[in-house]
């Protein structure tokens, strides 16, 4: 089987796996005296959608409790999001004085968000932001005329569930955000060229008549292996001309019976060092020093090799791009002169307090995200990024070092979240 098909055979079997996570466990049911509302509510494998919470007046989920109704809301209007709740009693407007209400959001992972609630004109304030993503356990205690009124209900969203052992089916790969080195780099492209500095040029000591030849043009030679045998025209002894050194015989001006006439008979290269000659614009010059790492690929069968930045040319014009040099080990010959290749050069480092792999991001609502992973369970986290380079972005808000998050195929848990239609609604 080739690789294509072997690619193939994969996607096939990952979207069959996939299509077997509708047979996974439920999200968590609602509790009692509860109504569902505020943001969506995301749903378990194979959960029917709920209904839509009845609205007040605010545009607020009503919760009722015989004659007492809270209307509770998320406001974010000039504001970071925040809670505002209003209340009645038999149909009548209650003062936010009349009300005593706190309100416990518990999170995934069993942080508790704890709020309680001042006089803000005719309505009560949470006094705490409501934090991305909106996705908690709501626990509501309202007090009235000494009577105490509780609700509970879900309130998730971007979250799911995937057992270990479909997770690992599917690939998903995970790791740890913390603080990482960040390599800058930029994108250039160029060439593998001889290294001129390992080409020897061989001719006869002496002027003669070549009596036999004993390689061939593109053999491989050892250093002090014999190339010929020629007799000087003035002792007419025979002597023989040796390879100085190890490489690939890439001329040969020489046959039996010919003179040598000083000429150049053999050019041998070495092979086991090669040259990446890199073209790099002026935009991009000032930034690169010499001995700065590179990672070569070559664009023909990338194969992927380490080097540094030996040479710039300093001679190159104004406006026109500058040939950088690095350096190649090429012991075992897959660097073949004449191919084109890329290369990416290290031009500075970044130290990140907290960085996360760039495969795992995606997309949530406007937000970039990476997937926080608690147990069989996987929730969206919105991410305030910075520097992006190489394979890490920077993250300055939105998640907690130390989280466990998706690095690998986070697209899977990105479509079984979308699958059951979660919905941010206010």
């Known amino acids: 089987m080739n690789d294509t098909m072997k690619d193939s055979a994969r996607v096939i079997c990952i979207l069959l796996l996939a299509t077997l996570l509708g047979a996974c466990g439920g999200g968590d049911s609602e509790h009692a005296n509860s109504s569902n509302g505020g943001h969506g509510h995301d749903h378990g494998h194979g959960e029917a959608a709920e209904v839509e919470p009845e609205k007040g007046p605010h545009g607020g989920r009503l919760l009722k409790d015989g004659d007492f109704t809270l209307e509770l809301a998320v406001f974010e209007a000039g504001v970071p999001p925040e809670f505002r709740a209003w209340a009645t009693k038999n149909g009548k407007i209650l003062g936010p004085e009349e009300v005593k209400l706190n309100i416990k959001l518990t999170r995934l992972g069993g942080k508790v968000d704890d709020i309680n609630f001042e006089k803000k004109g005719d309505a009560l304030r949470g006094d705490r932001v409501i934090y991305e993503p909106h ?23 971007g979250r799911t569930r995937i057992e270990t052992a479909v997770a690992e089916a599917l690939e998903i790969g995970t790791a740890v955000a913390g603080s990482v080195v960040m390599q800058e780099t930029i994108s250039v492209y160029g060439r593998i060229a001889a290294n001129s500095e390992r080409i020897r040029n061989v001719t006869a000591r002496f002027d003669g008549t070549i009596k036999s030849v004993s390689t061939s043009l593109g053999e491989q030679v050892r250093k002090g292996q014999k190339l010929a045998t020629v007799e000087s025209n003035e002792s007419l002894q025979l002597f023989i001309i040796t390879s100085p050194i190890h490489g690939v015989i890439t001329q040969r001006n020489a046959n039996a019976g010919e003179q040598t006439d000083g000429r150049q008979l053999f050019t041998i290269m070495d092979t086991r060092s090669v040259w990446a000659e890199l073209s790099v614009f002026p935009a991009g010059l000032a930034k690169v020093k010499t001995g700065a790492p590179v990672i070569i690929t070559d664009t023909t069968n990338g194969q992927t090799v380490n080097g540094k930045v030996s040479q710039i040319d300093v001679m190159a014009q104004t406006n026109q791009s500058v040939n950088v040099r690095v350096v190649l080990d090429n012991e075992k010959g897959q660097l073949r002169p004449g191919r084109h290749v890329s290369a990416k050069i290290t031009v500075g480092e970044h130290t990140a307090s907290l960085a996360v792999k760039r495969t795992g991001l995606q997309t949530f609502r406007d937000f970039t995200v990476v997937y926080a992973q608690i147990g069989e369970e996987y929730e969206v986290r919105m991410l305030d990024l910075g520097l992006q380079a190489g ?7 939105g998640l907690e070092s130390g989280t466990r998050y998706v690095s690998e195929n986070s697209y899977v848990i990105k479509a079984d979240i979308e699958k059951t239609g979660a919905s941010h609604d206010h």
């Open 135 to 157: 996705s908690f356990v709501v626990t509501i205690n309202a007090v009235h005329d000494g009577a105490t009124y509780t609700w509970q209900y879900d309130n998730f969203e």
């Open 391 to 397: 394979e890490w972005a920077e993250v300055l808000g």
